[in-house]
């Protein structure tokens, strides 16, 4: 069986579909989504708008307007959907417990995988949704030029990853977890962890990290072996592919630098047994991110399913 | 006849608390087997762990030949659970309830609405099929969660308390139902505290107290177990007191006394224990005439199945 036939006969996806976007709710959220969305692009847009339309046709200010509206659209995404995700997705099981109706579903024949599973993808399905209902309004810059096909499918790529995974994260505290409450606690202060607290730490670290990094590898002090180099280049890496936003920057930066959508060359420091050390190519941290993600995911589902499937003792 | 709900040995312990202890029972095939006993008395986890919700601690229970603790997945195969509450899902009708767990027991598409509709109407909500589930009425909810139990065509229905919290006419209606089912084949095991239930509907009733099991068997055959504490109510014509002194002098006798709030003018109504045979019984009445007593009416008081559980009962809870 095909994944999208399997997807179509687990009966849970059908329910929690028929249940979400019957009545308003549905409605209004993706209403008030993409109001945000838009809204936050037209403040923006304005003011620069107004300077573009006085200063006549000046290509370089066009494309500069063009990545700042689809920069800013894929941020709101990202932030939106930081809120909307938990919120849908931390009551999955959880509630079902708290209606009682967790002990009918563990008696028939729907297994702990399928009713995870179904919670996942239809919270996913909506989600996706509210994705693809954006993309008019980022398409907005490509009126003005400047963003490149690999920036829109590595920011698709990674919103999409975002969503998985926060939706990852409120399906595993609504299955380990016995109230709704607690879960959904638990998930929004992970998912506020990932859009401002990953983020704030990581601009303390690199405040702290700047100057030593400079001492190391430009005021070149010489003892730097490059094994040395190559661990602090790896926990640095891995401390930007963690964060989406870290590293969707990072990613740009890496993009415009060297025009290179995969990887970086970083020079290592020479020294007396390695004189002419060769560059080291860093993979871009989006593919960290995405990876990472991906993989956190599964290990939580995986986890989710346990609890799940586990009898009472 | 043959067992398809074997319990054997089989006990629950929730940290020190013993919930079950060593209960061992059995239920044949298409019985309507009632378990009763006071609150606390381990009824819901004895069906939780036939549900396969619950491990048991020791011991084991098969249901149609399949273990609880080895094969979980064999026995939802073959039950219907209801638990004693109803989990009710907002924003979903009437149809899609059932749809939505007939989907979950594997039933194909398009055998679903033929279905819903025949499950519909034995339980009679057919007229409510789209109809929000939480706009129903108690009586109803508990009428579509025994549909929502019979989707996949059980043998064996698993069901905690139907009717509690119903009023009159709902439980009459939840009884009768479950008479029909039991008609239709299906082997029904529930527990209750409503003693009339059991009385009017079972086959056979088991009465647990304390994790438990104190009796079992037919309501009959319960009452025969209780013959030796056999009550008797006499009427004379006169010299009560008289009497009560000579009946307490009898073999076997005890508690001769004066019927509380019954007098006949011109009749003297007594009452009295005994633990004997029914030749012992006959004798006792000669014993009486023998005296000269002249009694109007001799008979032993039938018990109903309050006295069945007073009797067989301490007022025990774990």
Same mark, same amino acid.
């Given at each position: 069986?095909?994944?999208?036939?399997?997807?179509?006969?687990?009966?849970?996806?059908?329910?929690?579909?028929?249940?979400?976007?019957?009545?308003?709710?549905?409605?209004?959220?993706?209403?008030?989504?993409?109001?945000?969305?838009?809204?936050?692009?037209?403040?923006?847009?304005?003011?620069?708008?107004?300077?573009?339309?006085?200063?006549?046709?000046?290509?370089?200010?066009?494309?500069?307007?063009?990545?700042?509206?689809?920069?800013?659209?894929?941020?709101?995404?990202?932030?939106?959907?930081?809120?909307?995700?938990?919120?849908?997705?931390?009551?999955?099981?959880?509630?079902?417990?708290?209606?009682?109706?967790?002990?009918?579903?563990?008696?028939?024949?729907?297994?702990?995988?399928?009713?995870?599973?179904?919670?996942?993808?239809?919270?996913?399905?909506?989600?996706?949704?509210?994705?693809?209902?954006?993309?008019?309004?980022?398409?907005?810059?490509?009126?003005?030029?400047?963003?490149?096909?690999?920036?829109?499918?590595?920011?698709?790529?990674?919103?999409?990853?975002?969503?998985?995974?926060?939706?990852?994260?409120?399906?595993?505290?609504?299955?380990?977890?016995?109230?709704?409450?607690?879960?959904?606690?638990?998930?929004?202060?992970?998912?506020?962890?990932?859009?401002?607290?990953?983020?704030?730490?990581?601009?303390?670290?690199?405040?702290?990290?700047?100057?030593?990094?400079?001492?190391?590898?430009?005021?070149?002090?010489?003892?730097?072996?490059?094994?040395?180099?190559?661990?602090?280049?790896?926990?640095?890496?891995?401390?930007?592919?963690?964060?989406?936003?870290?590293?969707?920057?990072?990613?740009?930066?890496?993009?415009?630098?060297?025009?290179?959508?995969?990887?970086?060359?970083?020079?290592?420091?020479?020294?007396?047994?390695?004189?002419?050390?060769?560059?080291?190519?860093?993979?871009?941290?989006?593919?960290?991110?995405?990876?990472?993600?991906?993989?956190?995911?599964?290990?939580?589902?995986?986890?989710?399913?346990?609890?799940?499937?586990?009898?009472?003792? | 006849?043959?067992?398809?709900?074997?319990?054997?040995?089989?006990?629950?312990?929730? =940290? &020190?608390? +013993?919930? #079950?202890?060593?209960?061992?029972? @059995?239920? *044949?095939?298409?019985?309507?087997?009632?378990? $009763? /006993?006071?609150?606390?008395?381990?009824?819901?986890?004895?069906?939780?762990?036939?549900?396969?919700?619950?491990?048991?601690? =020791? &011991?084991? +229970?098969? #249901?149609?030949?399949?273990?609880? @603790?080895? *094969?979980?997945?064999?026995?939802?195969?073959? $039950? /219907?659970?209801?638990?004693?509450?109803?989990?009710?899902?907002?924003?979903?009708?009437?149809?899609?309830?059932?749809?939505?767990?007939?989907?979950?027991?594997?039933?194909?598409?398009?055998?679903?609405?033929?279905?819903?509709?025949?499950?519909?109407?034995?339980?009679?909500?057919?007229?409510?099929?789209?109809?929000?589930?939480?706009?129903?009425?108690?009586?109803?909810?508990?009428?579509?969660?025994?549909?929502?139990?019979?989707?996949?065509?059980?043998?064996?229905?698993?069901?905690?308390?139907?009717?509690?919290?119903?009023?009159?006419?709902?439980?009459?209606?939840?009884?009768?139902?479950?008479?029909?089912?039991?008609?239709?084949?299906?082997?029904?095991?529930?527990?209750?505290?409503?003693?009339?239930?059991?009385?009017?509907?079972?086959?056979?009733?088991?009465?647990?107290?304390?994790?438990?099991?104190?009796?079992?068997?037919?309501?009959?055959?319960?009452?025969?177990?209780?013959?030796?504490?056999?009550?008797?109510?006499?009427?004379?014509?006169?010299?009560?007191?008289?009497?009560?002194?000579?009946?307490?002098?009898?073999?076997?006798?005890?508690?001769?006394?004066?019927?509380?709030?019954?007098?006949?003018?011109?009749?003297?109504?007594?009452?009295?224990?005994?633990?004997?045979?029914?030749?012992?019984?006959?004798?006792?009445?000669?014993?009486?005439?023998?005296?000269?007593?002249?009694?109007?009416?001799?008979?032993?008081?039938?018990?109903?199945?309050?006295?069945?559980?007073?009797?067989?009962?301490?007022?025990?809870?774990?």
């Amino acid at each position: 069986m095909s994944w999208i036939a399997k997807l179509r006969k687990n009966p849970v996806v059908l329910k929690e579909l028929r249940g979400r976007m019957r009545g308003r709710r549905a409605f209004v959220v993706l209403t008030a989504y993409l109001m945000v969305l838009s809204g936050g692009i037209s403040l923006a847009f304005l003011p620069l708008a107004n300077r573009s339309l006085a200063s006549g046709y000046d290509l370089a200010l066009r494309q500069y307007v063009g990545k700042g509206i689809f920069g800013l659209a894929v941020l709101l995404q990202f932030i939106t959907i930081s809120f909307i995700a938990p919120g849908i997705t931390a009551g999955a099981i959880a509630s079902e417990r708290e209606h009682q109706t967790l002990d009918i579903l563990r008696t028939t024949l729907l297994s702990a995988r399928d009713l995870v599973t179904g919670k996942l993808m239809a919270a996913l399905s909506f989600l996706f949704l509210l994705l693809l209902a954006a993309f008019p309004i980022q398409s907005l810059a490509f009126l003005m030029g400047g963003v490149e096909l690999e920036e829109i499918v590595v920011a698709a790529v990674m919103l999409i990853t975002a969503t998985v995974a926060l939706s990852a994260v409120g399906v595993f505290f609504s299955s380990v977890l016995k109230r709704t409450l607690a879960s959904t606690v638990l998930a929004y202060a992970v998912s506020f962890l990932t859009v401002a607290g990953l983020p704030m730490l990581l601009m303390l670290l690199l405040t702290i990290a700047t100057p030593v990094a400079e001492f190391l590898f430009m005021g070149g002090s010489g003892d730097l072996s490059p094994v040395t180099a190559v661990v602090l280049l790896g926990i640095a890496w891995i401390l930007v592919s963690s964060n989406p936003l870290i590293a969707a920057l990072a990613t740009e930066a890496i993009l415009v630098d060297s025009q290179s959508l995969w990887y970086y060359l970083i020079p290592l420091p020479s020294s007396p047994q390695f004189p002419n050390p060769s560059d080291l190519p860093v993979p871009s941290p989006w593919i960290g991110y995405v990876l990472g993600s991906l993989l956190l995911s599964a290990v939580l589902i995986r986890v989710s399913i346990r609890a799940v499937r586990r009898p009472e003792v | 006849m043959s067992a398809i709900i074997e319990i054997r040995e089989l006990s629950k312990n929730y =940290g &020190g608390l +013993a919930a #079950v202890k060593h209960l061992t029972l @059995s239920v *044949d095939q298409g019985e309507l087997f009632g378990f $009763i /006993g006071p609150n606390g008395a381990g009824k819901t986890s004895t069906l939780r762990i036939l549900a396969t919700l619950l491990r048991p601690t =020791g &011991g084991d +229970a098969w #249901v149609a030949g399949h273990s609880v @603790s080895l *094969d979980p997945r064999g026995v939802r195969r073959v $039950i /219907g659970y209801m638990p004693d509450f109803f989990g009710v899902y907002d924003d979903m009708k009437v149809w899609e309830y059932l749809d939505f767990f007939a989907a979950c027991y594997k039933i194909p598409e398009n055998e679903r609405s033929r279905l819903i509709s025949d499950l519909l109407q034995l339980v009679e909500l057919d007229h409510r099929r789209e109809d929000f589930v939480d706009k129903l009425s108690r009586g109803m909810k508990q009428r579509l969660s025994l549909a929502r139990t019979l989707v996949h065509d059980p043998q064996v229905l698993i069901l905690d308390e139907p009717a509690s919290g119903l009023d009159p006419r709902a439980r009459v209606e939840i009884r009768e139902l479950l008479v029909e089912l039991s008609r239709m084949g299906k082997t029904i095991f529930f527990s209750t505290q409503i003693l009339s239930d059991v009385a009017e509907i079972c086959s056979r009733i088991g009465i647990l107290e304390a994790g438990e099991i104190v009796a079992t068997g037919s309501l009959e055959a319960l009452r025969t177990q209780l013959a030796s504490h056999r009550r008797v109510e006499l009427a004379l014509l006169e010299r009560g007191e008289e009497a009560i002194a000579c009946l307490n002098a009898l073999e076997g006798v005890s508690n001769a006394q004066l019927t509380a709030g019954n007098h006949t003018p011109g009749r003297v109504h007594l009452e009295f224990h005994y633990s004997g045979d029914d030749p012992g019984l006959s004798d006792v009445l000669a014993a009486l005439q023998r005296a000269g007593f002249r009694v109007l009416q001799f008979r032993e008081a039938g018990h109903d199945l309050e006295d069945v559980f007073m009797r067989v009962t301490k007022g025990l809870v774990t």
